[in-house]
């Protein structure tokens, strides 16, 4: 039986009364999991509020998964702290799991540390390498590779806050020469253009600007606090790809639809009018020539684990947005159309996948939506009467101190994009007041189109 150690680390240190409950619960999801690879003697070492592995409430466990070891650290826990606990559990193969953090979105960097200091110490791990995360990290870095590598990316400059806004030039001369290169080049991007953190995550800060005039107030004023990445915006659909595995086994899903049923002009991961849906398997996507390249990026990056691909289909070409090299907002979607559960995916990197995920045949359709803030009794109903297959319901606090609350749930499977449709209306008129007509109208409509073309 081998000795398998899954770690995740944070850099947020949340509040005891920070939660996030999921139906079925974590240790649900773990035991199960444990069961379909009866090989493994499984243990998962997180730091203590390990908000997508651990149920856990006001700080402590509420109930420990039964099939497997859990060694949970505290949330200032360093990287030297991690590795020991590993070491301890002296585990055959270390694998990552890196989770999202709100505000700077480096949990997968800490983890690719973790992970030389477990390879120095001999011990087998499957991650992706210190410089792959920090690729993945900074989005002008992202960029930059995706560009140098032949992929489509939009028109883009980067701005250095720091040489931007300087006054060291004051004493000798009163023009910024940095400065007016950026608006020079800002400029021949011909507006509009997307305006965003280098670093930064969940699309918080992000600003639009319909023209230059716009720009460039924007980055002459106190707004404008730290490196940004000024792309050319554009104008298509937006789509989500995941693509699971490790050291040249990958899977590569198909695109997942990603809007606004608000009609809002930026889909915002955190709102909750964001709709999500899939697979996207029509002959206007390209499949094969998408995937080609996809699996070609992640040779190329040696990819590891979970990651999500951001990209924009605009008059029949596929162009890259960003890369999140960890567990993102289409994970729960991308597993439950393959019929597993997330952790699975980090379990299949060391024993192979059970079923070909590539093949769009072992895949079902589902939808993802966010609903209001609700009991968590009716929630539970929901999963335990199969009307929906998973809910993650969490708290985020945002940089300012504002707090939101989501239920973010993902639909159960069927095998065409019209029984998708016609289930989800059914549940929206059986939780009229969690999933609104305006919703239910939404992803019908966009299903329809989408089965027309």
């Known amino acids: 039986m081998k000795k398998i150690v899954l770690f995740s680390s944070n850099t947020k240190k949340r509040d005891s009364s920070s939660t996030c409950e999921v139906f079925p619960k974590w240790y649900e999801q773990w035991d199960a999991s444990s069961l379909n690879n009866p090989d493994m003697e499984i243990t998962l070492v997180v730091q203590l509020n390990g908000r997508y592995f651990l149920d856990i409430l006001n700080g402590a466990i509420t109930k420990a998964p039964e099939k497997i070891k859990v060694v949970t650290l505290e949330m200032d826990a360093t990287i030297d702290d991690f590795i020991a606990a590993i070491k301890a559990c002296e585990p055959d193969i270390a694998v990552a799991m890196p989770g999202p953090v709100s505000g700077y979105d480096w949990n997968g960097i800490r983890d690719a540390v973790i992970a030389d200091g477990l390879r120095n110490e001999g011990i087998e791990c499957i991650c992706y390498s210190l410089q792959t995360a920090v690729d993945c990290f900074d989005k002008c870095k992202t960029h930059r590779f995706l560009k140098d590598h032949g992929f489509n990316v939009s028109e883009a400059v980067y701005v250095n806050h720091e040489l931007f806004k300087t006054t060291k030039h004051e004493r000798s001369s009163t023009i910024n020469g940095y400065q007016e290169s950026i608006l020079w080049k800002i400029r021949e991007l011909n507006a509009p253009v997307v305006i965003k953190s280098s670093t930064g995550s969940s699309s918080m800060g992000i600003h639009i600007s319909e023209d230059f005039e716009d720009a460039k107030a924007y980055l002459l004023s106190d707004a404008f606090c730290e490196d940004v990445i000024v792309e050319k915006k554009f ?92 567990w993102s907002g289409i994970t729960t979607l991308t597993c439950a159309s393959q019929g597993r559960y997330p952790y699975e995916v980090y379990l299949d990197q060391v024993s192979g996948s059970k079923s070909d995920y590539n093949d769009i045949a072992n895949l079902k359709y589902c939808c993802q939506f966010k609903m209001p803030k609700v009991e968590s009794s009716l929630l539970d ?73």
Not at 259 to 281: A, Q, S, V
Not at 283 to 296: P, Q
């Open 235 to 326: 104008v298509g659909e937006e789509y989500g790809i995941e693509i699971h595995g490790s050291s040249g086994n990958y899977v590569v899903t198909p695109p997942y639809r990603i809007f606004r049923y608000d009609k809002g002009e930026l889909n915002d991961p955190l709102g909750l009018t964001t709709l999500k849906y899939g697979p996207m398997t029509g002959e206007k996507y390209h499949a094969d020539e998408l995937r080609s390249e996809l699996f070609r990026l992640a040779e190329l990056l040696g990819l590891s684990g979970i990651i999500e691909i951001d990209l924009f289909f605009v008059e029949g070409k596929w162009y890259i947005l960003e890369i999140n090299g960890r």
């Open 381 to 453: 109903k929901m999963v335990r009467n199969g009307d929906v297959i998973n809910i993650i319901s969490y708290e985020v606090i945002f940089p300012d101190g504002e707090k939101r609350w989501f239920n973010d749930a993902v639909s159960v499977g069927y095998d065409t994009l019209a029984q998708l449709g016609e289930s989800f209306r059914e549940l929206s008129e059986k939780y009229p007041d969690v999933i609104s007509k305006e919703c239910a109208d939404a992803l019908i409509e966009d299903i329809n189109k989408t089965i027309s073309e």
